[in-house]
């Protein structure tokens, strides 16, 4: 599998000087395959850009949602496929007990927040709420499991080629407990990360930052590290970052939650408009 990353901050779009490096887009990242079958995870402002890079001729697309906030969704109506007769457009998310994930789309994709109705697109447009089970898309072998975050909001393992990618972008796993993380049995989306090749992993705040901020839905860069060490992840990538964080703070606070391991985990912040190979 190979990952390229069209988004990688948290919250709100934060363009400019300051974010040049890491990119200033909403969370969104492409997977493709050996057969160029395409996944994209989440539809952040990120996506606009993600849809452009698609291969021509692409007869489907999976877009995998974690959950509905608007940072996450925002850049879903700027999505080129849509628009593109013909093209198969599935849409994964978090079942709801009211509301299908087609109707709680629509809330967005519809005036007055938006001119264009799903229904109006040119694509054929399917959405699917996630179960517990695991299914098949192509070559890819998926699971997605309710984690630690406001909201149904949706943790995902993507097997493929013997190789796995964890990504847990909004994730709270210290939520109850700042200072550390709970035992393997009771830890947030173990099931999604444990023995992961790669893990992207929300490291929004600091931990002085976190302070304030508990119950928000989001990790620190050190517990993200103490998190891959407790699933055993083999790479580990920051993401989902600060909108408030410069680059240079941003490498800072990776650069010192990155120190506190002492074992063999690849650790790094993820930057917009990178690949990597899974």
């Known amino acids: 599998m190979r990952l390229t990353f069209h988004g990688t901050r948290g ?15 909403t969370s969104c990242v492409m997977v493709q395959n050996d057969e160029d079958q395409v996944l994209i995870l989440d539809a952040g402002s990120g996506i606009r850009q993600a849809g ?32 593109t007769p013909g ?26 927040l938006f001119p264009v109705r799903i229904r109006e697109v040119p694509s054929l447009v399917r959405c699917h709420d996630v179960t517990r089970d695991g299914w098949d898309i192509g070559a890819y072998r998926l ?11 949706l943790g995902y393992r993507i097997e493929c080629g013997g190789r796995t990618l964890a990504y847990l ?19 947030s989306g173990f099931s999604v990360a444990a023995g992961a090749d790669l893990l992207v992993h929300d490291a929004q705040y600091t931990a002085e930052e976190y302070r304030t ?9 050190e517990l993200a590290v103490r998190y891959a060490e407790a699933v055993a992840a083999k790479r580990l990538l920051f993401f989902h970052f600060d909108p408030a964080r410069s680059d240079d703070d941003l490498e800072r606070v990776c650069s010192d939650a990155a120190s506190t391991h ?3 985990i690849d ?3 993820a930057a917009e408009s990178t690949s990597h190979e899974v």
């Open 52 to 83: 452009e890079a698609i291969p021509p001729g692409t007869k489907r697309v999976d877009v995998l949602l974690t959950h509905l906030h608007m940072d996450h969704i925002q850049g879903l109506g700027f999505f080129a496929p849509l628009y």
């Open 11 to 25: 919250s709100l779009p934060s363009p400019g000087e300051a974010t040049n490096r890491y990119g200033g887009n």
């Open 262 to 264: 002492k074992g063999t």
């Open 87 to 112: 093209v198969q457009v599935h849409i994964w998310g978090p079942p709801s007990t009211t509301r299908s994930l087609r109707k709680r789309l629509t809330r967005y994709l519809s005036p007055p």
């Open 267 to 269: 650790i790094a912040p």
């Open 169 to 187: 972008p909004d994730h709270e796993p210290q939520l109850g407990c700042p200072a550390a993380l709970p035992k393997a049995d009771w830890l």
């Open 213 to 221: 901020r508990a119950g928000w839905g989001h990790c620190t860069a």
């Open 143 to 153: 699971q997605g499991h309710l984690i630690t975050h406001p909201g149904p909001t």
